[in-house]
């Protein structure tokens, strides 16, 4: 069963990218803190296609996207990887003074960081970066976990460290979506990709 404790951690919903050998990579993460002045760190997943790429590179890119982000940025991002994709070919970007790729669209602002410490934690590793350019780029609220969870409907797959696990469920064949329930709710219709119950197949 799911200890309800993990349901009231509440943090940023960003997206992370980096680039090495000229290769952009990228993933949404719910694990960034500021640690100290001018420093962050994210946890991130090693199965992740972005953490290989960080770790070659020494470099990752924060971007704070807004509550209204497209739901196709959070489903290739946050579901699918770049092992299998270009995630940036679809999506309008730039690069910044490293050749970080960062999305132009519905972000709020951007911390470019040099890696400058890392932890093995297990699953993850923790990088803890140090900013070289920093962009507030529009006034509008950002996306968080309770909003992401409550307002957009979407759930926490495995590679976020702060999921619950071990809970039963359901896997979108089309998106990856998790729907963290025994029972399929009457009228069920995919948060990300709009499809219906025939294409959940138990996870
Ligand atoms: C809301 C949300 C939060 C996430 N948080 C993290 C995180 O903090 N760390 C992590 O490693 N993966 C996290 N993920 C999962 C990755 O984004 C996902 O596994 C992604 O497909 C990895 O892509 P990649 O293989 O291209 O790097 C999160 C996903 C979502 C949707």
Redo the contacts with the bound molecule.
């Keep these: 069963m799911v200890n309800k404790a993990y349901d009231k951690l509440d943090s940023l919903?960003a997206i992370v990218s980096s680039v090495a050998d000229g290769k952009p990579?990228?993933?949404?993460?719910?694990?960034v803190s500021q640690v100290a002045g001018g420093k962050f760190s994210?946890?991130?997943?090693k199965?992740?296609?972005?953490?290989e790429v960080i770790d070659k590179s020494g470099l990752f890119t924060i971007m704070l996207p807004t509550q209204d982000v497209a739901a196709q940025v959070?489903a290739d991002?946050?579901?699918?990887?770049?092992?299998q994709l270009n995630?940036f070919a679809s999506m309008p970007h730039i690069k910044d003074k490293k050749g970080v790729p960062y999305l132009t669209q519905d972000i709020a602002a951007r911390f470019a960081c040099r890696v400058t410490d890392k932890l093995d934690v297990g699953s993850?590793i923790l990088f803890i970066g140090t900013v070289y350019e920093v962009e507030d780029r529009m006034d509008a609220p950002v996306l968080t976990?309770s909003y992401?969870k409550s307002v957009k409907e979407?759930q926490?797959?495995k590679?976020?460290?702060?999921t619950s696990t071990g809970e039963p469920g359901w896997r979108c064949t089309v998106c990856g979506y998790i729907l963290e329930s025994d029972e399929i709710p009457d009228g069920f219709k995919c948060p990300i990709c709009g499809r219906g119950p025939n294409m959940l197949v138990k996870r």
């Excluded at 994210?42 to 997943?45: F, K, R, S, T």
């Excluded at 991002?77 to 092992?83: A, E, L, T, V, Y």
Aim: proline letters at 6%; charged letters at 10%.
């Design positions: 919903v990579a990228g993933c949404i993460v719910n694990s994210i946890a991130m997943n199965d992740n296609h972005t953490c959070i991002f946050g579901m699918k990887s770049g092992h995630k993850h976990t992401y979407g926490l797959p590679n976020a460290p702060a």
